[in-house]
């Protein structure tokens, strides 16, 4: 398997540290409001690669921190707690926005059939181990403390910058216009890793500790909680394009520190979902979820396919046009497979098996090609096989896909079996089209042919004329295409 590690900025071929564990830690979610599509873009392709570890033979252990505390409005440690904001804006308190926002995003996560992760620590849930790689830090003169706040002395160490060779002028996070500049700071980029004292005193959480009551930085959270849960080192480090600097860059800088030894060997960086105005972020507002999609419509797999569509290495932009494109695509799939006819007398085609099952692995072990797994996909329903072998390979392959390819052609067979005989109603469209709005006239149509308002019922069929959508009526249902 061959991943393109971001610290090295060359496409690696995969060996874990250990024959029998893969140490997975993914970076998780601030929990002070919905994640948008944009995050779960990126949760979607971690799963992808977790799947696929496992599907190639790997035993993986993944652990995500949930940031519920330190997270402030610049990720150059500055501005208010993001948590503090969210509490203020719902008249709640922190723990309960972190408690209903957590739920809230694993409730997405299980919407777009992301798997749990083996071990999910709320960040608040870690602070003596925060302490233990302070003090150590401090110990070894790679910390300082200064106006009240425990800073990490980027100073110290001979290269910083792992991600991108910048120069400090342009990457002087804690500067930005309208941002105050942190005088504590030795070095511009010197990152807090205790606060005691912030200009917002009004912080919820703090703690005790031997530089007095305060509460942790976020960076020093996932090298915290990847510790915890790892140990001394890690295999894969997962987040967002956005968090290679400050945020993985600082928490290389102080697990090495503090540990004396290389901490992760690869770093897989997921990059961004765009709208036609840049970036999708929380901070901007609006921003789109999984319950909007769903709304409008959408089931959310769709939009798992849509990431899948395309590489994770390359900006994604989103627009409903788009979208529209990937739910035609699922339904033309899931129709195609539902067309599948196995029979009890149908043996598994090894050799065909093997074949198909050879690409699909072979794509993913590109350096996570999803768009060249899924054309794997429409290899099986063409290769020349029986259909019980095709079914055999689509569920094999749903496994990292996670489509849920064989439970929805199942239940549209069933819905199309059963229509005629129960006096149901079906809405086909022609090569498995899927179209909320044609599909809404049609149930009006019907609707209006039940109250015997006929008038209405051919006026519909004129509208849809008019939209290109040619109607026939069939035994248990309408058919329709477009024109
Ligand atoms: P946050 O909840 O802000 O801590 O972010 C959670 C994860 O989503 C992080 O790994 C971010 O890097 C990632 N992320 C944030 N914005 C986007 C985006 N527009 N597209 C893809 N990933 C994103
Ligand atoms: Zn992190």
């Known amino acids: 398997m061959y991943l393109y590690n971001s610290a090295t900025r060359k496409r690696e071929e995969f060996v874990p540290n250990h024959p029998d564990i893969v140490k997975m830690y993914t970076c998780g979610p601030t929990v002070y409001h919905y994640a948008h599509i944009g995050n779960l873009r990126s949760y979607i392709m971690e799963d992808v690669l977790e799947k696929t570890l496992r599907y190639a033979g790997y035993n993986v252990k993944r652990v995500m921190n949930i940031t519920d505390v330190g997270h402030l409005a610049s990720d150059a440690d500055t501005g208010e707690d993001k948590m503090l904001k969210g509490a203020r804006r ?11 926002y957590t739920d809230a995003f694993f409730d997405d996560c299980k919407k777009l059939n992301i798997k749990y992760p083996d071990v999910v620590e709320p960040a608040t849930n870690c602070i003596d181990q925060y302490i233990k790689i302070i003090s150590g830090l401090l110990e070894k003169g790679y910390a300082y403390q200064a106006g009240g706040n425990v800073y990490f002395d980027t100073s110290k ?26 005088t504590n700071k030795r070095n511009k980029n010197d990152f807090v890793l205790w606060f005691t004292k912030s200009k917002f ?43 290679a600097f400050p945020h993985h860059t600082n928490e290389i800088a102080q697990s090495e520190s503090y540990l004396g030894h290389k901490w992760c060997n690869y770093w897989v960086h997921v990059h961004h979902l765009n709208t036609n105005t840049g970036k999708m972020s929380k901070s901007k507002g609006e921003f789109l979820t999984v319950n ?9 797999l769709v939009y798992r396919l849509f990431c899948l569509q395309s590489h994770y290495r390359k900006n994604l932009v989103f627009s409903y ?34 074949a198909c099952k050879e690409k699909f692995l072979a794509a993913l072990g590109n350096d996570l090609n999803t768009s060249l797994a899924l054309t794997a996909v429409y290899d099986v329903l063409k290769y020349k096989t029986n259909d019980a072998t095709k079914l055999a390979l689509l569920a094999d392959f749903d496994q990292v896909l996670s489509l849920d390819l064989i439970q929805r052609a199942e239940k549209k067979r069933q819905e199309l079996e059963a229509a005629p005989k129960a006096g149901g109603f079906a809405i086909v469209g022609e090569d ?6 044609v599909e809404a006239l049609i149930t009006a149509r019907q609707d209006a042919k ?15 004329k008019e939209q290109g959508i040619e109607i026939t009526d069939v035994p248990g249902g309408v058919k329709w295409k477009r024109i």
């Open 432 to 437: 498995g089209a899927s179209d909320p709005q």
């Open 201 to 243: 005193e009004d912080q919820a959480l703090k703690w005790d500790s031997p530089w007095g009551v305060g509460y942790p930085g976020w960076h020093i959270e996932c090298s915290g909680i990847s510790m915890k849960y790892l140990g001394e080192d890690l295999d894969i480090h997962c987040g967002g394009i956005d968090n």
């Open 90 to 100: 719902e008249h709640k308190t922190v723990m309960e926005i972190a408690k209903f």
């Open 157 to 182: 160490l001979e290269r910083y910058y792992i991600f991108n060779d910048h120069d400090e002028e342009d990457l002087a996070v804690g500067v930005r216009e309208g941002v105050e500049e942190d």
């Open 450 to 464: 039940k109250a015997k308002n006929f008038g209405e019922a051919d006026r519909i069929r004129d509208q849809l």
């Open 292 to 300: 909007l999609l769903e709304s409008k419509g959408y089931d959310p």
């Open 321 to 354: 046009e788009n979208l529209d494109n990937a739910a035609v695509t699922y339904q033309k799939l899931i129709t195609r497979i539902a067309a599948l006819t196995p029979d009890d007398t149908q043996e598994i085609d090894r050799a065909a098996f093997d």
